[in-house]
């Protein structure tokens, strides 16, 4: 233990931190870095306060044996979250991708992302006094989920990056058109307002559920709903990416 916290769980913290200080680094040597600094807290804020709404709800929980906590949220778990939507983002990018593009091809590599790190988050167990816990423990389940993890986690994570990757764009665009100082700062802000309200409303329900057309926490539905997403996504990715190698030797 270091700090109260088992070693693995403090050498994710590390490694999370370090990546975050990277992306920090990276966008400070791009155009319009405090723009994207914004957009990069913005988005820690957003997954923060998502996060602490499904801890509160009792879908699952995050052990409290950690260093740093924003609410019930290890600030690791949203350092790393905001490493790979930018990551994601940047990636988007380079593939030349249209913007209104961009948030789709997002949304899915960050969800396919997730698939590899979150069982790791629930089956690295500690034993605390009577009870195991693991750095992610999941109340909702069911018989056949991912790893013990039920699949409109991974139709949740793609539409959290989708909504706030499109409410960034559509910041960017109006700040541009209407060449406005204080909306180069406000349009993050914004998006954490408009993305956590696009999260809990009945198109993110359907999204992840398929309601109300079935009962929530439905296994089938929820895996329907999955590949539906994925497969929209993954096609709009490979559809519009214009990136070529060769090309970009030529010119």
Not at 18 to 35: A, D, R, S, Y
Not at 208 to 236: G, Q
């Amino acid at each position: 233990m270091i700090f109260g916290t088992p070693i693995s769980w403090f050498i994710n913290k590390i490694i999370a931190s370090v990546l975050f200080l990277l992306c920090i680094v990276h966008i400070l040597k791009n155009e319009k870095p405090i723009q994207k600094l914004l957009e990069l807290f913005c988005y820690v804020l957003t997954a923060g306060i998502f996060e602490n709404i499904g801890v509160w709800a009792g879908i699952y929980d995050y052990s409290l044996h950690r260093i740093l906590l924003f609410g019930r949220v290890p600030f690791a778990v949203l350092f790393l979250e905001a490493v790979i939507v930018y990551s994601a983002v940047t990636f988007g990018e380079v593939l030349r991708l249209p913007k209104w593009a961009l948030p789709f091809a997002a949304g899915v590599l960050a969800s396919i992302q997730d698939m590899t790190l979150d069982p790791s988050s629930v089956y690295d167990l500690h034993t605390f006094g009577a009870s195991q816990e693991g750095q992610w423990n999941w109340a909702a389940h069911y018989e056949g989920d991912f790893a013990g993890i039920p699949f409109f986690n991974f139709s949740g994570w793609l539409t959290m990056v989708l909504f706030f990757t499109a409410c960034i764009q559509a910041g960017r665009f109006l700040a541009k058109k209407y060449n406005k100082t204080w909306l180069n700062y406000a349009y993050p802000f914004f998006s954490v307002l408009v993305t956590v309200l696009l999260l809990v409303s009945p198109l993110n329900q359907f999204l992840l559920y398929a309601m109300p057309f079935v009962p929530m926490n439905t296994k089938t539905a929820e895996l329907i709903m999955l590949c539906i997403n994925y497969c929209v996504c993954i096609f709009i990715l490979l559809r519009f990416a214009k990136y070529s190698p060769a090309q970009e030797i030529i010119e």
